[in-house]
């Protein structure tokens, strides 16, 4: 194994930028082993989410060679995978986080390098979105998008999507991974080329005039959006938000925003406002909420930092407080107004409507698809996989609406696969004049909702833990049971290839019916039937398989009127949960789901015994 000094060495031959190779070289010097291991030893991670790490020297961070090296093996793979991609080219965007526009310019000088004759490099600050319609627009053969949409601000991105204008999925990560790591040697480092090489080609304003043209199909209510008094303010939390939600407003004829939160306005990389550039954070949404109690507005619209996510608070004079909707409320939310849409245009069947949400999302969606009769799935986290799958579902069906809990929506499948907060807070605004017109708000649209599919309500949240090790054990711990115990009468027996899977029966006192465990390729229905016949259970090869594709650490449980998923980050040292219950009576539902909060502290994660905070 190379010594750290070795490392730096080898770091020293390949990179080019004078402030990283200072920084390394500062390490050499003073001896100072530790920081050189952390920053050498284990090279950034190309998976299915691109890059994304902090911006500094060393082959484990966001930096200029990383960037080079990533691009070198994408290009590549790119080249040798999709048809014709030499000519159909590359389509690259970037935010405004430091480095992200020399990111960018260095991504398409080394796929010019590499022969590609379109190079379609955005001119200035985009939103993220912007590059998978521009991938199906342009039918570029892969797309880059440089960010890190709301991560803290001294981390960077590197976001890829494929021909089909969504996210990589396996096996491209994989394939992708194995060129980067046989193209370490930077063969161009040039971030001014494009401005000379005549396949670098500018077609951002044409993209973006299309891009808006294409919610032509999502407005039905243009002459009333243009009279409400509806009262709004927005905040693009110091990203690139601001001028495409001022083109959303235009293209869906709505009045300008009340105010535009000024000290988080424009955009700004040191987000100087924010502890966590990041609207589902705690806080995040306090100087809107400030700045629209003092003008009277009814509602707070925000986008994060690349505007790919949306959030929404609405002020509630009965109860003098603002509520802000939870990202599973707002899927809801979109869900029935989009069947609504697409009812009141009568050119799709109900059956023919399909919408897709994640396995860690609330069931609502599908409680509704059960009364609606429209055609509803659920995918592994992630658009990713719910982009993959709208592309299938296209072939028989008509995607309408995708979302998962954390605040993404994508509601014009047909211009983009992936989350869009930008068209997102279109089609919501245009929906509460809809209900301002009727006298109604987005809480009393919601009310509804529960009044007709059930009220459902979520706990999602996660524990913080740095030991990889101790994830893992926890994890085993559910799965296996405890390994110095004798009495398994509480716990399942599957036997199956010479393990004994002993997921616990029950939860906060209340038997589990269903069990999915994504890790290890096993699920399990109407587990109290077949608990009633005696344990243990011999599983044969084809037997209790998921349904759902594998997936690190992800185990789902589900009992009377209520689920439960547990699962790791993997961008971030957390344990997951996401718990629903639902039911007719409010105040019980949010007993009981308090009830199963603390035992998944209690009897899952044992956080007090594992020091989970």
Known sequence: M???QDLAHRWL????????RNEIQTLLDAGNVA???????????????????????????MNELTVIQASQGLAKYVKETVPDAIERGVVIGHDHRHHSETFARLTAAVFLNEGYTKVYLYRGLVHTPM?????????????????ASHNPKQDNGYKVYWENGCQIISPHDSGIAKQIALNQVPAVWDANLCDSHPACIDRTQEMIEAYFKTFDQLVLNREGNATTDLKVVYTPLHGVGLPFAERSLAAFNLPKFAVVVPSQAKPDPDFPTLAF???????????????????????????DPDADRFAAAEYWPEESRWFTFTGDQLGAIFAYGLLQNARQ????????????????????????AEVEGFHFEQTLTGFKWMGNRCVELSTTMTPKFAYEEAIGFMVNPEAVLDKDGVSALGVFLELAVKQRALGRTMRQYLEDLYEKFGFHQSANHYFLCHDPQLIQRIFEKIRFGA???????????????????????????????????????????????????????????????????????????????????LRTSGTEPKIKYYIEKRGSNRAQVAKDLQSVVEAVGRELLEASTNGLK
């Open 131 to 147: 590059v998978p319609f521009g991938v199906k627009r342009l039918r570029a053969a892969v797309g880059v998008m440089v960010t």
């Open 277 to 303: 550039p990041n609207p589902e954070e705690r806080g995040a949404l306090d100087e809107a909420l400030r700045v629209a109690t003092e003008v009277g507005a009814q509602l707070v619209v925000a986008n």
């Open 35 to 61: 920081e050189l291991e952390r920053k050498l030893r284990n090279p950034i991670k190309f998976g299915t989410a691109g890059l994304r790490a902090a911006m500094e020297a060393g082959f484990a961070g």
């Open 13 to 20: 031959e390949l990179d080019k930028n004078p402030a990283t």
């Open 2 to 4: 190379a010594s750290p």
């Open 483 to 565: 390994a110095d115990s004798s009495d398994w009468s509480h716990r399942t027996e599957f036997k199956r290839d010479g393990k004994t899977l002993r997921y616990p029966k029950s939860l906060a006192g209340v038997p589990i019916s269903y069990i999915r465990d994504l890790t290890v390729d096993f699920e399990v229905e109407k587990l109290d039937e077949l608990g009633a016949k005696g344990a243990p259970i011999e599983v044969g090869p084809k037997e209790y398989r998921a349904s759902l594709p594998l997936s690190p650490e992800m185990i789902t449980f589900r009992f009377q009127d209520g689920i439960v998923t």
């Open 345 to 368: 245009l009568g050119t799709i069947p109900d059956a023919q409507i399909a919408m897709v949400s994640t396995a860690v999302s609330s069931s609502m969606v599908r409680s509704m």
